[in-house]
């Protein structure tokens, strides 16, 4: 009950737009399905923006979300390659994540996808399956990042038991010391995915044809 109430007066003290810093917003689907009934009920409106998993999205929470005023949900898609999800340990699937984007992207919400590069299993040919998974679902927005060995993770302790990273280092870009491409090559492969991303005409029509319909929705 305290988050419409917050979100009240957030409107009350002029903002439009929210982001909620729960990485597991969506973790709980029924108590997001009754915050967002609170919020027609109340005529409460903010532009809200959050990022979950794949797998949390479908059409029907994706209705209800449009309908409490949810404006952009922020995708951790990680990667266009199932075997690459599988070396993540994401639990979720390629396919998955082309319908969670679908189901946003129908509803009228705009769509971001994060996508990393340089897992040490991945070469030429994942670049590719990246970015033809990027172009071929509605993505309005994409980025492309570079693997990182941060401290904490499953990937850090790992790496750090083989004696490839050292006690003090806490954030370390991919690179061949993992057993994969250079940090050159992951560079340049992010290169490419962007600017074949985001230089297609279709894409920017694609956009305009969205802003128009979620604005006149």
Same mark, same amino acid.
């Given at each position: 009950?305290?988050?419409?109430?917050?979100?009240?007066?957030?409107?009350?003290?002029?903002?439009?737009?929210?982001?909620?810093?729960?990485?597991?917003?969506?973790?709980?689907?029924?108590?997001?399905?009754?915050?967002?009934?609170?919020?027609?009920?109340?005529?409460?409106?903010?532009?809200?923006?959050?990022?979950?998993?794949?797998?949390?999205?479908?059409? =029907?929470? !994706? %209705? /209800?979300?449009? #309908?409490?005023?949810?404006? +952009?949900?922020? @995708?951790?898609?990680?990667?266009?390659?199932?075997?690459?999800?599988?070396?993540?340990?994401?639990?979720?699937?390629? =396919?998955? !994540? %082309? /319908?969670?984007? #679908?189901?946003?992207?129908? +509803?009228?919400? @705009?769509?971001?996808?994060?996508?990393?590069?340089?897992?040490?299993?991945?070469?030429?040919?994942?670049?590719?399956?990246?970015?033809?998974?990027?172009?071929?679902?509605?993505?309005?927005?994409?980025?492309?990042?570079?693997?990182?060995?941060?401290?904490?993770?499953?990937?850090?302790?790992?790496?750090?038991?083989?004696?490839?990273?050292?006690?003090?280092?806490?954030?370390?870009?991919?690179?061949?010391?993992?057993?994969?491409?250079?940090?050159?090559?992951?560079?340049?492969?992010?290169?490419?995915?962007?600017?074949?991303?985001?230089?297609?005409?279709?894409?920017?029509?694609?956009?305009?044809?969205?802003?128009?319909?979620?604005?006149?929705?």
């Amino acid at each position: 009950a305290d988050v419409p109430a917050e979100l009240a007066e957030l409107g009350r003290q002029g903002h439009d737009t929210v982001i909620m810093a729960d990485e597991y917003f969506l973790t709980n689907r029924r108590r997001v399905a009754e915050i967002m009934d609170v919020l027609v009920e109340r005529g409460i409106r903010l532009r809200i923006i959050f990022q979950t998993r794949v797998n949390s999205v479908d059409a =029907e929470i !994706a %209705r /209800k979300l449009k #309908a409490g005023g949810v404006f +952009a949900i922020l @995708f951790g898609i990680e990667s266009g390659a199932d075997d690459v999800l599988r070396f993540y340990n994401k639990g979720t699937t390629v =396919e998955r !994540a %082309r /319908k969670a984007v #679908a189901a946003a992207d129908e +509803a009228g919400i @705009f769509t971001y996808g994060g996508i990393i590069m340089g897992a040490p299993i991945e070469n030429r040919g994942h670049l590719e399956e990246n970015i033809r998974f990027a172009c071929g679902i509605p993505l309005d927005f994409v980025s492309f990042h570079h693997l990182v060995y941060m401290y904490g993770t499953p990937l850090w302790d790992d790496a750090r038991k083989r004696g490839l990273i050292g006690p003090s280092e806490y954030w370390v870009d991919a690179d061949e010391r993992f057993g994969g491409a250079t940090a050159a090559e992951i560079a340049e492969w992010r290169r490419t995915a962007f600017r074949r991303f985001y230089m297609r005409p279709q894409y920017w029509l694609r956009l305009l044809r969205k802003c128009i319909r979620v604005r006149s929705g």
